[in-house]
């Protein structure tokens, strides 16, 4: 099989770009802007990487479409500042640029596996949500936070449309939190734009306050990135095309959390680590208003927990890794990338 994934050198794509090379005989056709997070993949000779950016190498991706057999176009912003920085980029790239290719698996008749998101569900009162059920509740315009969340939901309604319509091919996934090693990075997390996980460890490791917006009340349902990527191994099989035309939650309701525990969990686990533990000092906890951390534009989530009914009936796919345990791996990654001297 030959997968093209664009945005290979991000989170998920050079994790899953791991595994498959190391779980099967396929090849991997990737793009990125960079490939800093392809330390291992790189040089394998069924790893094929162009550096690139999708929004100028077009007759690339249009050639690699037509090549492969299923696409995942992985390439969006996805730290809710930059929805508040810089909501055209996110428009543009995320959904734009995406639009482009979704159109083109229907053009050359290829399966696409669209990354769609946990945010689709917005402030959704439900206590776990369902993907055929559950409402998706956004707020105000003037709170541009949504841009991500709704420019992601268009195009879920479009590939859907696509599907019903001209027979697309399509999986829809909704990550929930994933956690892990290559989130985001520390460099990033210096100017407060890292998702929650890597701003903590950022935080610990510059010995800066970790920051509880609003109070840290909010809860998230943290998946590890191994557990999220065997389901997009058993999505990208589709045996007997059991996941065509699905959406599917992939997330671990078992690992839910508020921000607080999060924070209160790293900082502990970050003193007892060994090259940590006689630290002269340690980042203090201290709480700010939302309004001045992200700015007016923001709104946030506070409950976000996945029914993962269908991935377990449907994939036979059950998250594995606990919270403590995803949280002990990832720290640990970042540390060790400080001590090699990439921090
Ligand atoms: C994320 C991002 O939008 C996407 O990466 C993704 O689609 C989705 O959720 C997901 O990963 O499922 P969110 O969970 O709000 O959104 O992003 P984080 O930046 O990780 O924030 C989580 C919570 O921590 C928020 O309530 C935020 O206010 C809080 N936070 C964040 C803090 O309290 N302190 C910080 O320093 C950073």
């Given at each position: 099989m030959k997968v093209l994934i664009l945005g290979v050198n991000g989170f998920i794509g050079s994790h899953l770009s791991h595994r498959i090379l190391t779980d099967t005989d396929w090849e991997v056709y990737g793009m990125d802007l960079g490939d800093n997070k392809l330390t291992g993949v790189i040089?394998?000779?069924r790893f094929n990487f162009i550096e690139g950016d999708i929004s100028i190498n077009k007759e690339w991706i249009e050639y690699h479409i037509k090549k492969c057999d299923v696409v995942l176009p992985l390439v969006a912003i996805a730290t809710p500042k930059t929805y508040i920085e810089d909501p055209l980029g996110v428009f543009e790239l995320d959904f734009e640029e995406n639009l482009n290719i979704v159109r083109q698996c229907v053009k050359y008749n290829k399966r696409i596996i669209f990354p769609s998101t946990?945010?689709?569900?917005?402030?959704?009162?439900?206590?776990a949500f369902e993907e055929d059920t559950s409402h998706l509740i956004l707020g105000p315009i003037?709170?541009?936070?949504w841009i991500y969340s709704c420019s992601k939901q268009l195009l879920d309604r479009v590939i859907w449309a696509y599907g019903e319509r001209h027979g697309l091919d399509f999986t829809l996934i909704r990550p929930f939190n994933w956690i892990g090693p290559r989130l985001d990075s520390l460099e990033t997390a210096k100017e407060g734009s890292s998702r929650v996980v890597t701003q903590f460890i950022a935080s610990l490791v510059f010995t800066q306050p970790i920051v509880l917006v609003d109070g840290g009340r909010q809860s998230r349902s943290f998946t590890y990135i191994d557990d999220g990527i065997d389901a997009v191994m058993k999505i990208i099989r589709n045996e007997n095309s059991i996941a065509t035309g699905q959406i599917f939650n992939l997330g671990n309701p078992a690992n839910n959390c508020s921000i607080e525990e999060l924070a209160h969990k790293l900082l502990d686990m970050f003193k007892s680590h060994p090259a940590h533990r006689l630290d002269d000092a340690y980042s203090e906890i201290i709480i700010q208003d939302a309004d001045s951390f992200y700015g007016e534009s923001y709104q946030d989530i506070y409950t976000r927990v996945p029914s993962i009914k269908k991935a377990k009936e449907i994939l036979g796919w059950e998250p594995r890794v606990g919270l403590d345990d995803a949280l002990k791996k990832t720290l640990e990654a970042f540390l060790e990338e400080v001590s090699r001297g990439n921090g």
């Open positions: 040089g394998n000779s946990s945010e689709v569900y917005g402030m959704c009162a439900d206590q003037r709170k541009q936070r």
